[in-house]
């Protein structure tokens, strides 16, 4: 071996000792740095012709595990979309207050329900009928409270989203700049770790946002791409979009990075803005809809009873709520009894007419028969009260008044009418106490009944995941065919409606609903609905509350009868005796009967639909809310469990990582000693050369 290859393996062994020692000086510098992954100098033999020439350093690079790595992102995503559902779910059930306290919303109800208690015991004191009236008022202005709150909390994750989406296409921008930057380095040769340190922290940080999958490019930096593959960063970078206004918001899309301008829905899983999502498309809709239902409910049973009723006197005329149908198609489908009765200032009866929906027959107090069908019912009843009050039908709601004295209805005792589960004034809304400007969920309708809508006019659904990916739109359009297995054929055709994503279908009391038949399940929203029921008539959407806007304004629209509220004594707490002596008053001022079965609803069996987590079913009022508060509180509950969990899975996992990447004190002192005795090593030995020469000199 000669000289000069013994200076240059010397001197190659000591430039690879000082870059070993420069990189343990840097690891030791940046111990404590936060992100700060060690790095470690990559050596191998330099051979020339099959002989040992020394080492040659071919770069420094950062002690990285991939596996770890991937682990640390997925546990970050995960805990990311825990804490941010967690956190809403938890403000959505405080709303609600404790279900065991007086104060909360479901003690509101019961607290309501024992005025009426009260009431029956003095059915003649105002100033228990004005409590009465309070405590109602109050039980149905925290459901609007309520409702306001769930919005405001779906507008929060709105605001939150937007700012998250900005931030992840800037961190998305920093992390393609950074390829470029890393790719330059390591094709100049120079230590490139600094900017992959820095990336990593972005990606780190853009993975509690959304959840990908990243890929080490050979040519240095990172590939960035989402679960099913499209490109989210390379050397230029894709761009996030959210839509959080219009009625079909939170729509997450995608414009991937080469892409072309292509626009794609957004198909993530995991993270923050995910979290935040699943709670505004799907979880506090849930809450809605279940609010919905139980303030639906509980209106509902108060309405049954105070249809029963009547105030006493009676009032002149009754005007029942727009149903959305016309008169024939109202009537449609009544089967049992019913008496329409006109009374004097005293209570005592004048005239009834006796309505037998089974047998389509009227008759004036008792007297011969007149048949009906549907198409004549308003011109025959107008015909049997003759002089004595008359009958009218505008806006889709009936009205029947006294000419003297006042009106009020009563079902048969014995076979009742009833149509969807309602009785006749309270299917028609005659003497509600609670109004809503929304259209009852109990519609009515048959499958053999006109559907109402104008053949050609289109409403337009999205399906929707709750990570925000739409799964369809759908442009229905109102068929030629004119019942509602016509339009629900329709609506549920593959290809021009929503098969094979789900159905819709419609019960025995004309509720329309809509199930998911995807995994996970698609929620419904509506984009735009042109259609009408008649001219002038509701929207196939608001006359069958499809869609989130109408759970909004149908659990916020209930207020008690203004009539009513502002003079307690037109309260309807009294029962209509039809069968006293001649004339004896058929209503007593006395009479409490009406305002016990006020307070007995919350024991009244009523029929829910399936609202968030609960599924249709028969129970009594009070059931539902305890079903409704536990319900809300699993959830919560389910939301805090499964945060808890992701944040130990995601400590564990960043401690695992930190563990392997991170800069342990004792080993990088004895890589520095090694390091310090090869520079000796390789010092000494150019030293011994350098004697050598200085010999070989003298010699010559």
Not at 381 to 408: I, K, R
Not at 544 to 556: E, K, M, P, R
Not at 569 to 577: P, R, S
Not at 589 to 609: K, P
Request: aromatic letters at 6%; zero cysteines.
């Amino acid at each position: 071996m000669s000289l000069t290859t013994i200076l240059s393996t010397a001197t190659s062994g000591l430039i690879a000792a000082q870059t070993g020692i420069r990189t343990v000086s840097d690891n030791v510098a940046n111990a404590n740095t936060p992100g700060y992954v060690r790095k470690a100098v990559n050596q191998t033999s330099l051979v020339t012709r099959g002989v040992g020439a020394g080492v040659n350093v071919e770069g420094i690079t950062r002690v990285v595990d991939q596996y770890l790595q991937s682990a640390s992102l997925t546990a970050g995503s995960s805990a990311g979309s825990a804490n941010a559902l967690s956190e809403m779910l938890d403000r959505a059930q405080g709303l609600f207050g404790d279900p065991s306290s007086d104060s909360s919303f479901f003690g509101g109800l019961d607290q309501a329900l024992a005025t009426f208690a009260a009431l029956a015991d003095d059915p003649a004191s105002s100033l228990q009928r004005s409590q009465s009236l309070s405590a109602l008022q109050t039980f149905f202005d925290d459901s609007k409270r309520i409702t306001s709150s769930l919005v405001q909390i779906q507008q929060e994750a709105d605001t939150r989203i937007n700012s998250n989406v900005n931030r992840a296409n800037d961190l998305l921008a920093q992390i393609a700049q950074l390829n470029i930057d890393i790719r330059h380095a390591k094709v100049g040769g120079a230590d490139s770790s600094g900017s992959e340190n820095i990336q990593s922290q972005l990606i780190d940080k853009f993975s509690t946002l959304v959840n990908v999958q990243t890929q080490q490019s050979s040519g240095g930096g990172v590939v960035i791409r989402t679960q099913d593959g499209m490109l989210l960063a390379d050397e230029q970078a894709g761009t996030l979009a959210y839509q959080s206004s219009g009625t079909a918001a939170g729509f997450l899309t995608v414009k991937p990075a080469n892409g072309g301008g292509q626009v794609f829905d957004g198909t993530f899983s995991g993270g923050e803005i995910v979290g935040l999502l699943q709670a505004r498309n799907k979880e506090i809709p849930g809450v809605l809809a279940q609010l919905n239902e139980f303030t639906a409910g509980a209106a509902r049973e108060i309405n049954r009873a105070h249809n029963a009723s009547s105030s006493v006197p009676a009032p002149a005329s009754l005007t029942g709520r727009n149903t959305g149908l016309d008169l024939p198609t109202a009537v449609t489908g009544f089967a049992g009894k019913t008496t329409i009765a006109l009374l004097n200032a005293s209570g005592v009866l004048q005239n009834r007419v006796d309505i037998d929906f089974t047998a389509g027959t009227m008759s004036l107090n008792g007297g011969a028969t007149s048949a009906f069908t549907p198409a004549i019912f308003l011109a025959t009843l107008n015909g049997q009260l003759g002089v004595n009050g008359a009958a009218s039908f505008s806006g889709g709601a009936l009205t029947v008044a006294a000419t003297t004295g006042g009106v009020a209805i009563q079902d048969d005792a014995t076979t009742p009418a009833t149509k969807a589960g309602l009785g006749f004034s309270q299917f028609l809304g005659m003497n509600d106490l609670i109004r809503s400007a929304t259209y009852p969920a109990n519609t009515g309708l048959a499958s053999t009944d006109a559907h109402g809508f104008t053949a050609g006019q289109v409403v337009t659904f999205r399906l929707s995941l709750p990570s925000g990916a739409r799964v369809r739109d759908v442009n229905v359009t109102i068929p030629a065919g004119t019942t509602m297995a016509n339009l629900l054929s329709t609506m549920n055709a593959t290809g021009t409606g929503v098969a094979p994503y789900g159905q819709f279908s419609l019960d025995a009391n004309g509720r329309m609903s809509f199930a998911s038949s995807t995994t996970p399940p698609a929620s419904l929203s509506v984009v735009t609905d042109n259609t009408s029921r008649g001219v002038g008539g509701p929207s196939l959407s608001s006359f069958f509350g499809l869609g989130t806007s109408n759970l909004v304004s149908a659990a916020s629209g209930y207020t008690l009868d203004s009539v009513v509220y502002q003079d307690p004594t037109k309260m309807a707490v009294a029962h209509l005796d039809l069968w006293v002596t001649a004339g004896a008053p058929s209503l007593a001022v006395g009479d409490g009967r009406g305002a016990g079965a006020l307070a007995a609803i919350g024991d009244s069996l009523s029929g829910f639909g399936a609202a968030g987590g609960l599924p249709a079913a028969n129970m009594t009022l009070s059931r539902y809310a305890a079903e409704f508060a536990g319900s809300l509180g699993r959830n919560s509950a389910a939301a805090d469990n499964t945060k808890t969990s992701a944040t130990s899975v995601q400590s564990e996992a960043d401690t695992r990582r930190t563990s392997y990447e991170g800069v342990n004190m004792d080993e990088e002192l004895i890589r520095l000693t090694t390091y310090q005795q090869a520079f000796n090593a390789s010092a000494r030995l150019i030293q011994a050369v350098n004697d050598l020469y200085d010999t070989l000199l003298k010699v010559v």
